[in-house]
Protein backbone atom coordinates (compact mmCIF):
# COMPACT_ATOMS: atom_id res chain seq x y z
CA UNK A 1 0.00 0.00 0.00
CA UNK A 2 2.71 2.41 0.64
CA UNK A 3 4.55 1.63 -2.53
CA UNK A 4 1.14 3.12 -4.32
CA UNK A 5 1.06 6.12 -2.32
CA UNK A 6 4.60 7.13 -3.29
CA UNK A 7 3.82 6.25 -6.66
CA UNK A 8 1.17 9.07 -6.31
CA UNK A 9 2.93 11.25 -4.91
CA UNK A 10 5.61 11.00 -7.51
CA UNK A 11 3.18 11.51 -10.32
CA UNK A 12 1.89 14.49 -8.70
CA UNK A 13 5.11 16.17 -8.30
CA UNK A 14 5.70 15.34 -11.82
CA UNK A 15 2.09 17.30 -12.70
CA UNK A 16 2.83 20.04 -10.49
CA UNK A 17 6.16 20.52 -12.35
CA UNK A 18 4.47 20.26 -15.73
CA UNK A 19 1.92 22.91 -14.67
CA UNK A 20 4.73 25.12 -13.18
CA UNK A 21 6.85 25.43 -16.67
CA UNK A 22 3.62 25.68 -18.74
CA UNK A 23 3.14 28.73 -16.36
CA UNK A 24 5.91 30.38 -16.88
CA UNK A 25 5.62 30.39 -20.40
CA UNK A 26 2.58 31.46 -20.67
CA UNK A 27 3.71 34.64 -18.80
CA UNK A 28 7.11 34.99 -20.92
CA UNK A 29 4.39 34.80 -23.89
CA UNK A 30 2.33 38.07 -22.58
CA UNK A 31 4.66 40.03 -21.11
CA UNK A 32 6.85 39.61 -24.19
CA UNK A 33 4.54 39.63 -26.85
CA UNK A 34 1.81 42.03 -25.79
CA UNK A 35 -1.07 39.35 -26.37
CA UNK A 36 -3.97 39.88 -24.85
CA UNK A 37 -4.80 37.03 -22.42
CA UNK A 38 -7.77 35.99 -24.75
CA UNK A 39 -5.31 35.82 -27.32
CA UNK A 40 -3.34 33.73 -25.61
CA UNK A 41 -5.46 31.37 -24.19
CA UNK A 42 -7.01 30.91 -27.54
CA UNK A 43 -3.68 30.46 -28.93
CA UNK A 44 -3.08 26.99 -31.18
CA UNK A 45 0.41 24.91 -32.34
CA UNK A 46 -0.81 25.93 -36.15
CA UNK A 47 -0.54 30.31 -34.88
CA UNK A 48 2.50 29.22 -33.68
CA UNK A 49 5.81 29.03 -35.96
CA UNK A 50 8.74 28.86 -34.06
CA UNK A 51 11.11 28.11 -36.52
CA UNK A 52 10.35 31.67 -37.85
CA UNK A 53 9.64 33.30 -34.61
CA UNK A 54 5.98 34.36 -34.86
CA UNK A 55 2.50 33.46 -34.52
CA UNK A 56 0.29 34.25 -36.57
CA UNK A 57 -3.05 35.42 -35.39
CA UNK A 58 -6.17 34.78 -36.87
CA UNK A 59 -8.46 37.62 -37.55
CA UNK A 60 -11.78 36.04 -35.27
CA UNK A 61 -9.49 36.03 -32.30
CA UNK A 62 -8.35 39.47 -32.08
CA UNK A 63 -10.10 42.34 -30.73
CA UNK A 64 -9.57 44.13 -34.36
CA UNK A 65 -10.89 41.55 -36.20
CA UNK A 66 -7.75 41.61 -38.33
CA UNK A 67 -5.07 39.19 -38.78
CA UNK A 68 -1.68 39.97 -36.91
CA UNK A 69 1.87 39.11 -36.90
CA UNK A 70 3.97 39.07 -33.37
CA UNK A 71 7.40 38.58 -32.97
CA UNK A 72 8.50 35.90 -30.21
CA UNK A 73 11.63 36.84 -28.68
CA UNK A 74 14.21 33.94 -28.21
CA UNK A 75 14.00 33.14 -24.45
CA UNK A 76 9.93 33.08 -24.86
CA UNK A 77 10.94 30.84 -27.71
CA UNK A 78 13.01 28.29 -25.66
CA UNK A 79 10.27 28.77 -22.63
CA UNK A 80 7.63 27.47 -24.97
CA UNK A 81 9.27 24.72 -26.93
CA UNK A 82 10.30 23.30 -22.85
Known amino acids: MREGIFIVVVKLSQFQRNLH ?20 LLLTFDELQLENGVIQLVAKK ?16 EYIKN
Open 62 to 77: TKGKKNRTVELPENTI
Open 21 to 40: IRNLALIHLLLNTGLRISEA
